[in-house]
């Protein structure tokens, strides 16, 4: 029969990739606790309305590129394009968003965005972000931005450039929409299909629109930080100055808008050197409206999502040892028994451990113990079960030991057994047996 194939832009994560991925999820887990951030898992799918009021309805995520479809009694639902307006909702029915008190949660999982796949891109991806709740202080943005390059050098990405902006608020964004407007308008001949349209629904859009002619224009445009307010200034300036102070090498871009309606103020990203077109391995901002547009209390907040696969590519090439430690090996059926039970022992000890069947020839069973890169096999049959001890061979001295296994032993026993080996006992035949 014809092998199904999967869906185009959903991939499956295998081994080894599937190790390193789980090993920068655990480095970032490690320093986003470090910050003092909790764990919040929030389902994939969410009622449409949800990101179709927080994203923005003119943004090209909620315009064409959810995943949406009508639940069986009728309800649209979507698949989460990305975790801030979840982890939001999330936490304001959780009675965590509260007045006088602060959320830091963090969630990681897949996102699903229907673009046009390809290196760097595709339709699930993951991402692994950070939320802080209940702050509106230039302070809680600077911290933010730390543990966002905190998190790019705990995944090997510390080439990654941080660029930075300020996008205004609701006080000041308005009269930097007009004349954006207005400088659209008037060079709206050499404008693409896509940013006239976008020139009355949503023009900081234009911005970021990635036609050469369009990129042309634009970089006369009128810059946002040219339209501050004072409040907005000064608390941009604020977050600059704690940066610099804490060593964070970062620059300024008027044109970073990022692709969602509720950022207000501060927006950041991470550009990767090494990525080509998709450089882009995660960013961020302050979103002060969210909480409340979404029915909670007025609480200021803050964040950035981290894209995993990005970081992947982009990481210095780490490798994961995926290796079994030990190999168990029966000699003969008779000691299958003893044999589960010396592997289960290690395995309750940590030790990753490889239990190879009775029915295959010991010769077949050390070259796939090689193969596999176990340190040490260790072999047993009927004489060592009778006098309880086994014979290991240290795969990567290739010398063979006669270990008083005392099969009984704890796993931890045992690895301190077989590490004592590796570190001193002379090999077998070339001055007497360890062990006996
Ligand atoms: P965004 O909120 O859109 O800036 O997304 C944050 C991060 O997620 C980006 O910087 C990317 O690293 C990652 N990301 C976004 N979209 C995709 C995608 N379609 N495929 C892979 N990674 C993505």
Redesign the pocket.
């Known amino acids: 029969m014809k092998a199904l194939g999967g869906v185009k832009?959903f991939h499956d994560i295998v081994p080894p990739e599937s190790e390193r991925f789980t090993a920068l999820e655990d480095r970032l887990r490690g320093v986003l606790r470090s910050y003092n951030y909790d764990e919040i898992r929030v389902p994939i799918a969410e009622r449409t309305e949800l990101f179709a009021r927080s994203l923005g309805e003119t943004t090209d995520?909620v315009e064409k590129e959810m995943y949406t479809f009508d639940d069986r009694d009728g309800t649209s639902l979507t698949l989460r394009?990305?975790g801030?307006a979840s982890v939001v909702r999330a936490a304001i029915a959780a009675g965590l968003a509260q007045r006088e008190r602060v959320a830091k949660l963090y969630y990681t999982g897949p996102?699903f965005?229907r673009?046009r796949?390809q290196r760097?891109?595709?339709?699930q991806?993951?991402?692994i972000?950070a939320e802080l709740i209940g702050r509106d202080d230039a302070m809680a943005d600077a911290e933010t931005v730390v543990l966002f390059a905190d998190c790019l050098t705990a995944a090997g990405v510390s080439t990654a450039h941080i660029v930075l902006n300020s996008l205004g608020d609701a006080a000041c964004r308005p009269a930097y929409r007009a004349a954006l407007t207005a400088y659209g308008e008037a060079h709206v001949a050499e404008l693409c299909a896509n940013c006239r349209q976008r020139l009355t629904r949503n023009p900081l859009r234009l911005l970021d629109c990635k036609e050469e002619g369009c990129r042309r224009v634009m970089a006369d445009a009128p810059r946002v930080t040219d339209h501050l307010c004072d409040a907005c200034r000064a608390h941009f300036d604020e977050v600059k100055r704690l940066l610099a102070a804490a060593d964070i090498a970062f620059s300024e871009d008027p044109r970073l808008v990022?692709?969602?309606d509720y950022y207000v103020r501060t927006a950041f990203?991470?550009l990767a050197p090494n990525l080509g077109a998709?450089n882009?391995?995660?960013?961020?901002g302050r979103y002060d409206g969210l909480v409340e547009a979404l029915g909670g209390p007025p609480l200021a907040g803050v964040g950035?999502?981290?894209?995993?696969?990005?970081?992947l590519l982009a990481g210095e090439a780490s490798t994961v040892d995926t290796s079994p430690q030990v190999s168990v090996i029966p000699l003969a059926a008779a000691a299958t028994l003893a044999a589960l039970q010396m592997a289960r022992r290690l395995r309750l000890a940590g030790v990753r451990t490889e239990l190879e069947s009775s029915g295959r020839s010991v010769k077949s069973a050390m070259r796939r113990a090689d193969k596999l890169g176990a340190r040490f096999a260790i072999l047993v049959g009927d004489d060592e079960l009778a006098a309880g001890r086994a014979t290991v061979r240290d795969l990567r001295a290739q010398r063979d030991h006669r270990l008083v296994l005392a099969i009984d032993a704890a796993g931890a026993a045992l690895m301190d057994g077989l590490h004592a080996i590796a570190a001193s006992a002379p090999p077998v035949g070339a001055g007497g047996a360890a062990g006996g």
């Open positions: 832009g995520i394009p990305e801030t996102m965005r673009e796949p760097g891109r595709s339709r991806f993951h991402q972000g990022r692709g969602l990203e991470a998709q882009a391995v995660g960013g961020g950035f999502a981290l894209g995993v696969e990005r970081l």
